[in-house]
Nanobody, 126 residues
Framework: QVQLVESGGGLVQAGGSLTLSCAASGRTFSHCGMGWFRQAPGKEREFVAAITWNGVRRYSSDSVKGRFTISRDNAKNTLSLQMNSLKPEDTAVYYC???????????????????WGQGTQVTVSS
C-alpha cells in the first residue's frame, strides 16, 4: 500500500512559481503511475499532469502545458510538480494520486487512481 502526503502549496502572485511535492510511503511507489489533479471550489476534480512508473512518459493538460512540469524520484519516493507562470485560474486544492496498474501510459482519469493524498491549497492572487 502507498500513502501520499502533499506539501508546498501556498499563496503566490500571478506570474510566480511554486513547487509541489508528494511524499510517498510504501515499497510500491516505484511501480505506480502517478498523477496530479486539482479541484477548485464548486468545480469537479480536474486532471493536471501524470507520469508513468518509470518516468518515461508524461502527460499534462492543455491548461497547464508549457507552464507545469511533473517529475518523480523513485529513489526518494517523491513526486513533484513545478508550476511556473501561475494564473489566478490555477487556484485550487492540488492532489497527488497513485495508479497501481503501472501501465506504460499515464492515465488522465481520476477513477484509474487507487490512492490519494489529502491535498494542498494553491492560491494565486491577481
Amino acid at each position: 500500500q502507498v500513502q501520499l502526503v502533499e506539501s508546498g502549496g501556498g499563496l503566490v502572485q500571478a506570474g510566480g512559481s511554486l513547487t509541489l511535492s508528494c511524499a510517498a510511503s510504501g515499497r510500491t511507489f516505484s511501480h505506480c503511475g502517478m498523477g496530479w489533479f486539482r479541484q477548485a471550489p464548486g468545480k469537479e476534480r480536474e486532471f493536471v499532469a501524470a507520469i508513468t512508473w518509470n518516468g518515461v512518459r508524461r502527460y499534462s493538460s492543455d491548461s497547464v502545458k508549457g507552464r507545469f512540469t511533473i517529475s518523480r524520484d523513485n529513489a526518494k519516493n517523491t513526486l513533484s510538480l513545478q508550476m511556473n507562470s501561475l494564473k489566478p485560474e490555477d487556484t485550487a486544492v492540488y492532489y497527488c494520486a497513485a495508479d497501481f496498474r503501472g501501465t506504460f501510459y499515464p492515465s488522465q482519469e481520476p477513477t484509474d487512481y487507487d490512492v490519494w493524498g489529502q491535498g494542498t491549497q494553491v492560491t494565486v492572487s491577481s
